[in-house]
């Protein structure tokens, strides 16, 4: 796998990396929310408790792929409140490697499909 955070000409980061390159199966996780496994929401009003759920929930599911949050090569984040980006950011960077972030974007909504959810991440990743 091969990250190319800032190619020449491109725009400063904040993150995560411009282009991450990769040969293998392609493992797709869907949105991942603030869930645990019996379904309750976890972290209510706290934006970090509910990253770090999600987090662990697209660990979770990656390995029921035999992947890895390290084989992740793009996020797509949505955000409720873009005042929980600095706490998405801090706890991503709990469960990745800062210095091989992967491609990214990040959405701001109106709203998720539970009123509580104030976070959603769906994952691309790459398998040797």
């Keep these: 796998m091969r990250h190319v955070t800032r190619p020449d000409g491109m725009p400063p980061v904040n993150g995560y990396s411009h282009v991450v390159a990769a040969a293998g199966t392609l493992v797709a996780v869907s949105g991942q929310v603030p869930m645990d496994a019996d379904g309750h ?3 209510e009003d706290d934006a970090a408790a509910q990253v770090r759920q999600v ?71 790459v398998t040797p």
């Excluded at 992947?67 to 469960?95: C, H, N, Q, Y």
């Excluded at 491609?103 to 709203?111: I, K, M, P, W």
């Excluded at 998720?112 to 991440?121: C, K, S, T, Y």
């Design 41 to 43: 929401v976890v972290g």
């Design 55 to 125: 987090f662990a929930n697209l660990r979770t599911a990656l390995a029921a792929a035999e992947a890895s949050l390290a084989d992740v090569i793009k996020l797509t984040v949505f955000l409720t409140d873009l005042a929980d980006l600095p706490a998405f950011r801090a706890v991503r960077d709990e469960f990745l490697d800062p210095e091989r972030l992967p491609a990214c974007s990040l959405v701001r909504v109106a709203a998720l499909v539970h009123p509580a959810f104030r976070v959603e991440i769906d994952a691309l990743a």
